[in-house]
């Protein structure tokens, strides 16, 4: 049997589970259901404290009445018993029993339900001398054993005082409660203890009556709150969740959505209110849109329109910077300034054209699996000119293996190379830090700077459109104020991270974390934001430090190349 049970009770857990984060679920979810089991739960609360209140109240009342009743019954009819026994005229045994017997059977209530019976017993260890002609006597199926010992214990040591104490009555097959009240009677020297027992079984029936009233009205009361609460939280809730569903729909873009409004309440008064909201928002975001649709036409159009009088500017500026050696300084000079800004002017020209890309929603990921290494060190070799003009030095800490990434790798190499040549220019000439490591998941590269710095206020804004932390210092390397613009967005088409961190005087790092494979997302970056020379003492640092099975490499000042720089597991 306990095996079956334990089988059943196996094959419903599943079931009583679904069941319970259903519940769970809908709790979390539904206001309305919310607030119709708490009003349940509240109501059953209140409703069986007041039932359970009502129904002691009831049987104490009862009680007191049945019990003042009995107390006073048994004063007439003991007063009656002992007027008897007093007055009687026996001399023999016989005569006495028959005396005994019908005046007890005069004090027994008797009718359809037995109301009242006795218990007639002469006290032990009498030591006067006596005639004890009548041991016991009770009522049918009762003896001394239905009274509590306490009970003959008081009376016992009692004078003519009256106590009473509750029991339990035997009738048939069933007990049932009842009170006996006991006192103290003589007949003829001998003293006795006469019980006058009550049957409380009518009171007892009355009393479940009452209880199965209170509690079947109770019941019907919750249902009824219940069904109350539902119907008006329903007029409530409803309309809310019309208007957070209206809500989802604005904001996925189907700005023509508006709430159905009906009467003259509150909540219609809300729908109206949220309708003219919604015809706000939606007249606004079509002027925005439309004047967001005119500015990228008009910038791609202009950098359409300009790419051909540039290249007929740029032809000439080459030829005229070609032949400087022949001009006087002034014109010699006039001819590289018009060099280097047709020049800057064109990357001007070809990063505008890159944005107007992005915002037409047009720019296509070419995504092929790569050695990301190979990148970042074509990067490095490139940037090496300007490091040397700014006396830095590039340190590459990586892996030995390759890192194959799903890349654009034309967006990464432009990506790097902002972020390199940014730290050359900003570090004042000291040497910069480029740091590669891969996880499971994802690949990430730091460029690190010890320059001048930024505040987190500037960090959080360094990828916006044309912003620059110190407008007055003017560009040496002639930027076009959207490198970092168009870095984070080649970031976004590869599901990456773009990050920056920075702090005045102790330099700036930019972190890049790609996926290793398109379409996955990224938990971790296997590199820290925070370098590890700038954090307090003690701090814990979340980062594992790769520094086994790496090849560092430095771009030397002087000779403008690479070196491969041992690690402490190479011999020197």
């Known amino acids: 049997m306990a095996r079956l049970v334990g089988t059943g009770f196996r094959r419903f857990l599943p079931a009583l589970r679904h069941i319970g984060r259903a519940l769970q679920r809908r709790w979390r979810r539904s206001l309305q259901f919310r607030t119709v089991l708490t009003t349940l739960l509240l109501a059953v609360t209140s409703f069986a404290a007041v039932g359970a209140y009502l129904s002691h109240q009831i049987a104490n009342n009862l009680f007191q009445e049945r019990l003042t009743q009995a107390e006073s019954e048994t004063r007439y009819n003991v007063k009656q018993v002992q007027d008897t026994f007093d007055g009687a005229q026996v001399t023999d045994q016989s005569s006495v029993i028959t005396l005994v017997y019908d005046t007890l059977n005069a004090v027994e209530g008797r009718g359809s339900v037995i109301q009242r019976r006795y218990v007639f017993e002469a006290m032990p260890e009498q030591t006067k001398p006596r005639n004890r002609w009548v041991e016991s006597r009770a009522s049918d199926q009762l003896t001394v054993s239905v009274i509590p010992p306490e009970l003959r214990k008081a009376v016992q040591e009692s004078g003519k005082d009256q106590y009473w104490a509750s029991t339990v009555i035997p009738v048939g097959t069933e007990d049932r409660p009842g009170i006996a ?64 569903m209206v809500s989802e729909k604005l904001a996925a873009g189907q700005l023509q959505e508006r709430m159905v409004v009906r009467g003259e309440d509150e909540v219609a008064r809300l729908g109206a209110s949220f309708n003219h909201m919604a015809a706000s ?70 990063d505008l054209l890159e944005i107007s890309r992005f915002d037409a929603g047009v720019a296509v990921l070419d995504a092929e699996p790569e050695d990301i290494l190979q990148v970042v060190a074509h990067v490095i070799e490139g940037a090496a000119p300007v490091a040397a003009e700014y006396g830095s030095e590039i340190v590459l800490s990586a892996p030995a293996q390759p890192i194959i990434v799903e890349m654009d790798a034309r967006r990464i190499d432009r990506i790097l190379r902002n972020l390199i040549l940014n730290a050359v220019e900003h570090g004042e000439g000291k040497p910069v830090t480029v740091t590669v490591a891969a996880n499971q998941a994802a690949v990430g590269i730091a460029v690190r700077d010890r320059g001048i710095g930024m505040e987190p206020s500037e960090a959080a804004r360094v990828f916006d459109r044309f912003w620059r932390a110190d407008p007055a210092r003017a560009r040496t390397t002639g930027g076009s104020g959207l490198g970092l613009s168009i870095a984070m967005e080649d970031t976004k088409l590869h599901n990456g991270w773009l990050q920056a961190w920075g702090r005045k005087g102790s330099g700036a790092n930019f972190r890049l974390t790609l996926p290793l494979h398109q379409g996955e997302d990224i938990d971790t970056s296997p590199v820290q934001l925070e370098p590890d020379d700038v954090m307090a003492p003690g701090e814990p640092r979340n980062i594992p430090r790769e520094t086994d099975n790496r090849n560092m490499l430095v771009l030397e000042t002087g000779a403008a190349r690479l070196a491969p720089v041992p690690t402490s597991k190479e011999t020197p």
């Open 181 to 244: 009240v006991g006192n103290k009677v003589t007949f003829n020297g001998t003293v006795y203890e006469l019980y006058l027992i009550y049957d409380l079984n009518t009171a007892q029936q009355t009393l479940d009556e009452i209880q199965r009233v209170l509690w079947a009205g109770g019941a019907v009361l919750v249902l009824l709150i219940g069904a109350v609460a539902w119907y008006v939280t329903r007029n409530v809730v409803s309309p809310v969740s019309h208007a957070a």
């Open 281 to 350: 928002l939606q007249e606004q975001i079509t002027q925005l849109a439309t004047l967001s649709q005119m500015q990228q036409r008009f910038v791609s159009d202009v950098s359409h329109e300009l790419r051909t009088p540039l290249t007929t500017v740029r032809m000439a500026a080459e030829v005229l910077y070609d032949a400087r050696d022949d001009f006087d300084p002034i014109n010699k000079r006039s001819a590289e300034l018009l060099y280097n800004q047709v020049e800057r002017f064109q990357s001007l020209l070809s």
